[in-house]
């Protein structure tokens, strides 16, 4: 069997040429292990066909499955400086943020883009969990605050999608100057009448669900996803209790009044739809 193995098989790819294989046509559910074709993930919306468990998904992806027919107009954010307070832990601040613009192909931890849901004028700025943990530092700031000043511009509701694991420690207090901000742009928006919806996915947590992710008009859910401001084993430690069976999880949540809404990922473009097509009617029989 030697010569089979040794010569005929290379002369054999070497007439035939040897194909790459893609490393990322596949990937493994978190929750089940099973393994996931690229391709029929993309079909499910990334959503485990197995066990239904969604996985995270990029900003981008948010965008494309929201807006009617996939088709938005992203807006360029306000630039914010860079590395104010020169940090540096394992490493510099600056390299930190340098490898997330490589890997994600983004300025910072948010996307900003308006179009139509269900035909009716929305903003959407959807979080990016893979830049630093989807954080909120000053740009994030900016975004959402640019974000509600387009709403109101536009006369448009504003829809967020939040992941994070909150605030972004190496810009200190400035980072948790965004939570105020933050709050300040849902004022915008609510003042003039116009819906506000947050959406959140696994996992938002910190600062971000301290300010403005709560304060939606209408809160919804992805399934299990990870809601919370400590984390669990904080909280155990701090009360010497056990906690619950799916603390911080969005079917708790939504049992014990905290959201409005748990919606799967397939069925949340028409949720938010149906939702703006009442909300938006409501605010223009308001202004008239």
């Keep these: 069997m030697s010569w089979l193995t040794e010569y005929v098989r290379p002369k054999i790819r070497t007439l035939l040429g040897r194909r790459e294989v893609p490393d990322n046509l596949w990937t493994q559910c978190p929750a089940c292990q099973q393994m996931l074709y690229h391709t029929e993930l993309a079909k499910t919306l ?32 306000p ?64 975004g959402l605050v640019a974000a509600a000043r387009l709403a109101v511009l536009q006369e448009a509701a504003l829809i967020v999608f939040t992941a994070s694991g909150g605030a972004r420690m190496m810009e200190g207090a400035i980072s948790l100057m965004q939570m105020p901000r933050s709050v300040i742009a849902t004022r915008m928006v609510k003042e003039v009448g116009l819906p506000f919806i947050t959406v959140l996915t696994d996992p938002t947590t ?17 399934p299990n996803a990870e809601i ?37 990922r397939s069925e949340l473009t028409a949720t938010l739809g149906r939702l703006l097509s009442l909300l938006c009617v409501k605010a223009l029989d308001q202004a008239a």
């Excluded at 197995?50 to 954010?77: M, S, Y």
């Excluded at 400590?230 to 014990?256: C, D, M, N, W």
Aim: with cysteine.
């Design 46 to 77: 990334k959503v485990c066909s197995h066990c239904g468990h969604h996985l995270r998904a990029k900003a981008e992806e948010r965008l494309a499955w929201t807006f009617d027919n996939g088709t938005f107009a992203r807006i360029d954010l």
């Design 206 to 222: 910190g600062g971000v669900t301290a300010s403005f992710t709560m304060l939606g008009d209408i809160i919804i859910a992805e």
């Design 79 to 142: 630039k914010v400086p860079a590395d104010p307070l020169r940090f540096r832990d394992a490493k510099r601040y600056s390299d930190r943020l340098r490898a997330a613009r490589e890997k994600t192909g983004l300025d910072d931890a948010i996307v900003v883009a308006h179009g139509r849901i269900g035909g009716q004028k929305a903003v959407v700025a959807a979080m990016e969990f893979d830049f630093i943990g989807g954080s909120m530092g000053a740009a994030v700031g900016e």
């Design 228 to 264: 919370g401001f400590a984390g669990a084993r904080v909280i155990e430690q701090t009360v010497r209790e056990k906690l619950p069976e799916g603390f911080q999880r969005s079917e708790y949540l939504y049992q014990h009044g905290v959201i409005d809404m748990v919606v799967p």
